[in-house]
C-alpha cells in the first residue's frame, strides 16, 4: 500500500512539474488575458506601482504561448516607456527584483511593431532622474532595438 501511495504521489508531482513546465499559469500576477492590457492603455495616465509591477511579472514567460498576448504586452510596454509615467516603470524594475529583467530587457530589444516610436521611448527614459542604473540597463536595451532599424 505505501509503495502505491508513493508511485501516486511521484506521478503527482510529475504532472504538476510537467503542467509548470508548458506555461500553464494558476498564479493571480500571470493572467494572460488580452482585456488587462486593454485596461492598461486606456488607464495609462492613471496606472500605479502595484498594476505596473503585475504587467511585468507577466513577462516571466508564463503568456509566451499567448502570441496576441505578447504581442499586444511589447506595445503596452513601449507605450510605458513613452508615456510621462515611465519613471514609474524604472522605479519598479528597480525596487523589485524579482521581476524577470532579462526578459523584459529582451522585449524592449525586439519591439513587436514597426510603428512603435523607440527614440521617443530613448528619449523619455533618457530624461528619468534617479534609479540611474535601471535607467541605464533600459537606454542599454532600447539602443540595441534601435540597431536593429
Given at each position: 500500500?505505501?509503495?502505491?501511495?508513493?508511485?501516486?504521489?511521484?506521478?503527482?508531482?510529475?504532472?504538476?512539474?510537467?503542467?509548470?513546465?508548458?506555461?500553464?499559469?494558476?498564479?493571480?500576477?500571470?493572467?494572460c488575458?488580452?482585456?488587462?492590457?486593454?485596461?492598461?492603455?486606456?488607464?495609462?495616465?492613471?496606472?500605479?506601482?502595484?498594476?505596473?509591477?503585475?504587467?511585468?511579472?507577466?513577462?516571466?514567460?508564463?503568456?509566451?504561448?499567448?502570441v496576441?498576448?505578447?504581442?499586444?504586452?511589447?506595445?503596452?510596454?513601449?507605450?510605458?516607456?513613452?508615456?510621462?509615467?515611465?519613471?514609474?516603470?524604472?522605479?519598479?524594475l528597480?525596487?523589485?527584483?524579482?521581476?524577470?529583467?532579462?526578459?523584459?530587457?529582451?522585449?524592449?530589444?525586439?519591439?513587436?511593431?514597426?510603428?512603435?516610436?523607440?527614440?521617443k521611448?530613448?528619449?523619455?527614459?533618457?530624461?528619468?532622474?534617479?534609479?540611474?542604473?535601471?535607467?541605464?540597463a533600459?537606454?542599454?536595451?532600447?539602443?540595441?532595438a534601435?540597431?536593429?532599424?
Amino acid at each position: 500500500m505505501k509503495s502505491i501511495m508513493f508511485f501516486f504521489s511521484v506521478l503527482f508531482l510529475f504532472v504538476i512539474e510537467t503542467v509548470s513546465g508548458n506555461n500553464f499559469c494558476n498564479r493571480d500576477s500571470c493572467i494572460c488575458d488580452v482585456h488587462n492590457l486593454v485596461e492598461m492603455q486606456q488607464n495609462m495616465d492613471n496606472l500605479t506601482t502595484d498594476e505596473i509591477k503585475n504587467f511585468l511579472s507577466t513577462f516571466d514567460g508564463c503568456c509566451i504561448n499567448n502570441v496576441e498576448y505578447t504581442e499586444f504586452s511589447n506595445e503596452i510596454l513601449y507605450s510605458l516607456l513613452g508615456h510621462n509615467k515611465a519613471y514609474l516603470l524604472v522605479k519598479v524594475l528597480s525596487e523589485n527584483s524579482e521581476l524577470p529583467l532579462n526578459n523584459i530587457k529582451q522585449a524592449i530589444e525586439n519591439p513587436i511593431n514597426d510603428q512603435i516610436d523607440i527614440k521617443k521611448a530613448y528619449k523619455n527614459i533618457k530624461a528619468i532622474k534617479g534609479c540611474k542604473s535601471m535607467r541605464n540597463a533600459i537606454l542599454k536595451s532600447i539602443n540595441v532595438a534601435i540597431s536593429k532599424l
